[in-house]
């Protein structure tokens, strides 16, 4: 197992078409990197829910998911499911975030994502951070789109089990979803704890990565 890493990042970036797909997709990762980093700076975007519950639900989550962390959120509105139809103003908000920010690494969701407002947002990551690290994440639904990924954060069985316990009591409006239990969050990084030979870990796609290994 070969292990590379960009040393302690001062930046991140995260983004989400909805509310929740960050802390689902990359809220053990964001546990490790803002508790080994006080005072990391996180800017998050996320396409829909604004003006809702959905947002304070949002809010309250990525907050506890980033302790310590100098966290900027911006959630918009636009329409759940809708992303190819409101492409333009996507595509704005990607370019104001990318004007922003600096980031040493990007949480975005993966470019094989079945679902269509997911995969939209990471093609257009892919071409606004373009000299970045972005790793995809992965949200496990009905699709079975989950594929084999080439990164992974080993999360402690502490940190595993906080995200599930977050996810649980910050997200109440998702508790109905059939999905939405600490089986699947559970076991899907069980498998790629096993994938990293760590007990847990959260696992990502990535589309171009530029080495040094002679720095």
């Not at 975005?108 to 257009?124: I, K, S, W």
């Not at 109905?176 to 847990?200: K, M, S």
């Amino acid at each position: 197992m070969i292990r590379l890493g960009t040393g302690r990042p001062d930046a991140a970036v995260a983004v989400g078409a909805h509310c929740d797909d960050i802390a689902i997709g990359a809220g053990g990762t964001l546990l490790t990197m803002c508790r080994a980093r006080p005072g990391l700076r996180v800017d998050a975007l996320v396409l829909s829910g604004g003006g809702s519950e959905r947002e304070q639900e949002e809010q309250a989550a990525l907050a506890a998911f980033c302790p310590g962390a100098d966290l900027r959120l911006t959630v918009l509105k636009l329409p759940d499911g809708r992303l190819p139809a409101h492409w333009d103003e996507a595509k704005a908000a990607v370019e104001e975030l990318r004007g922003r920010s600096e980031p040493d690494v990007v949480l975005a969701p993966r470019t094989e994502d079945a679902h269509q407002d997911h995969r939209g947002l990471a093609r257009l990551m892919t071409t606004a951070f373009r000299d970045h690290l972005v790793l995809g994440y992965e949200i496990v639904k009905w699709d079975g789109d989950l594929g084999r990924p080439v990164a992974y954060q080993p999360l402690t069985p502490e940190t595993a089990e906080e995200k599930v316990r977050l996810l649980q009591e910050h997200y109440p409006s998702q508790r109905h979803r059939p999905w939405y239990d600490r089986e699947a969050f559970l076991g899907l990084a069980r498998i790629r704890g096993i994938e990293c030979h760590a007990r847990y870990a959260e696992a990502f796609a990535v589309t171009k990565l530029t080495l040094n290994l002679g720095g």
